[in-house]
């Protein structure tokens, strides 16, 4: 199984500025997906982190909101920028194993607040 | 209506008991997943089903295809276990995974 971690694992941010997550993985995955989590409700995809290239966004979402990177396959970052109070919630990053059976690991996940 | 419903929404338990938590799906799937998710937010993967019964410890996860249903059962409960449990569904078409609201398990002492 992979293990992910994420940093931060919390933050309290102002209006208007931007957060970047990390998330690494501690073994190569096939994919590598970020979710949102607004309280009260279900998982949510925003994206799927592409090695190398643009990642791919779900309807919703758009790249100027959520930059996402993924220089190699084991290392992603998100970023939630120009952070209004709606954005608060919690980050997941998740990764697709590599050896088979679609088994799909999470990480601890990022609770944000925005005020 | 959603494609993936969880009940009961919210459910106690006493410390010892037998619990259920059902969920019913209806898209064609490749995998189902059930997910533990404590206070914190990071979320642990318990079970991937594609079919039959599948047993940890104290957790036994069946899935029944035909019916579109599956079932998360947790044998003599312990405040530990108080977490919420969400049903993930693969979807066989676009492979990407589909989550249930989740089912909010308390257990008290």
């Known amino acids: 199984s992979a293990v992910i971690s994420q940093k931060p694992s919390r933050d309290i941010c102002q209006r208007g500025t931007s957060l970047t997550i990390q998330c690494q993985v501690d073994s190569q995955v096939t994919m590598m997906f970020w979710y949102r989590q607004q309280p009260g409700q279900s998982l949510t995809l925003i994206a799927t982190a592409n090695q190398g290239s643009e990642a791919t966004y779900e309807s919703g979402f758009v790249i100027d909101k959520f930059p996402i990177s993924r220089p190699n396959l084991t290392f992603s970052t998100l970023t939630v920028s120009n952070m209004s109070p709606e954005d608060s919630s919690i980050y997941l990053c998740s990764g697709l194993g590599l050896t088979g059976g679609n088994e799909q690991f999470f990480g601890p996940g990022t609770r944000l607040t925005v005020l | 209506k959603n494609e993936v419903e969880q009940s009961p929404q919210n459910l106690t338990a006493q410390e010892g008991e037998f619990i259920t938590i059902n969920c019913s799906y209806s898209v064609g799937i490749s995998a189902l997943h059930w997910l533990q998710q404590h206070p914190g937010g990071g979320i642990v993967s318990l079970f991937m089903l594609s079919s039959g019964k599948k047993k940890h410890g104290r957790l036994i996860a069946t899935i029944n295809i035909q019916e579109k249903h599956s079932s998360l059962h947790i044998t003599a409960s312990h405040p530990r276990d108080s977490a919420v449990y969400i049903c993930?569904?693969?979807?066989?078409?676009?492979?990407?995974?589909?989550f249930g609201t989740g089912t909010r398990l308390q257990v008290f002492p």
């Open positions: 993930a569904v693969r979807s066989y078409n676009t492979d990407k995974l589909i």
